[in-house]
């Protein structure tokens, strides 16, 4: 589809809006979003995009946004589509360049207030010298060789740990136990190889970001209890993903699956929505490739939690364990899974993408580790970096509707440059002080375009999820200090 006038926009009810199936659409598309943000969702072409996806081969429900959408490579940032494994086709523009950019939440013994602004100054301080962030950064002490690298990508975070970056306790706290089994290392570019040699470890730069926080609000005590969540709390939010490399292996892809939308004949409003068919050898590589990519993020943040434990130790001159450092979950939020779902009454094996989109499963499915079965999933949604950020809980309703998903956090409203336009003559740094927040970056362009009015606030995009009943609040996080990359 192009051209936004000749889409219209159904209202549902008061947080859903459809895109009514027309042209070469296969189905339906579904917005999740309240009515104050239509306006800004209209601002780019993520409307269309929605429309888009609704056009592939083997769409299995909805072509469905989340309220944090804005424009993508192909699909739109907090997309969410499932195919059939039959007839359905696997596209990197469904999972974006930076593969399983994710993020994961640590809690602590310890409370808030006892620190006061200078502590946290000179924590951020000593995170931001022990941990490498910012273009192209990479470990001067650290790096991988080639058949180092091919446990990482086979094993993600379980290598991770087995090499003394963690605790095995970490694993069943993350997505998928922090390791995709169908990962191909031999589906990785030599190229894409090279960039992540030296990057494992490292934050990276614009949107990712090592954040202290302070748990202000309290929405479920009792789920709040069984994830470790308590009043006034010091928690840790880390945000990365797979770096050089897995934009390597989108890029390799994007050019190769570009050949095999011609070579199976299948018809795209957008070359950027470029795909195979799920079980073709092009759709298999790809997915091998891109699990292995994800398994790289995974040790990523493994590796990076590792030396936030060492930093916290050596400044409270305290072993972590008597800190109460620990891992509460980590999740992904660009990735296509084969995944179990009940559409319509018929049992399913799907495809699902998640475009900047967060898996959040139910209490008792078999994927929710078994310390949070009782309650359901955590869904972790980080805001931007002057206001707040959430912790979710998976619900039988986003099963039902969503494929076990919703959003992943606040969603841009200006553009790079345009936060730069914006941002002329201020001083963001100084602002963010004015509110009791210390930021520290690797550079002052990034501090810029990251600024909190770049994004949608992200109480809004919760609000609509929870309405919608597709995820719920359980507890409400602010920021004290920000390393960003």
Known sequence: MSGKERLSLERIDGWRWKIPRTGAM??????????????????????????NVACLPGIVGYSMAMPDIHWGYGFPIGGVAAFSMEEGIVSPGGVGYDINCGVRLMTTHLRALELGADKIRELVT????????????????????????????????????????GEASDLERIEEGGCIPWADPEQVSAKARERGRSQLGTLGSGNHFVEIGVVEEIYEPKTAEVFGLFLGQLTVFVHTGSRGLGHQVCDDFIRVLLKSTQKYGIELPDKQLCCAPVTSSEGRSYLGAMGAAANFAFANRQMISHWVRETFEQFFKEPSERLGLSLLYDVCHNMAKIEEHVWQGRRLKLCVHRKGATRAFAAGHEAVPDLYRSVGQPVLIPGDMGRYSYVLVGTQ????????????????????????????????LKEMEDRGIFVLGASKATLVEEMPEAYKDVSDVVEVVAHAGISRPVARLRPLGVMKG
């Open 397 to 428: 309703r986003a099963m039902e509707d969503t494929f076990g998903s919703t959003c992943h956090g606040a969603g841009r409203v200006l553009s790079r440059h345009q936060a730069v336009k914006s941002a002329k003559g201020r001083s963001v």
């Open 26 to 51: 296969r189905t339906d598309g579904i917005i999740y979003a309240g009515e104050k943000m239509l306006d800004a969702i209209r601002q780019d072409q993520a409307m269309d995009q929605v429309a």
């Open 126 to 165: 000593a995170l931001f010298r022990n941990i490498p962030s910012g273009v192209g950064s990479s470990r001067k002490d650290f790096k991988l060789s080639e058949a180092e690298l091919d446990h990482v990508l086979l094993k993600g975070a379980q290598w991770a740990v087995s090499k003394g970056f």
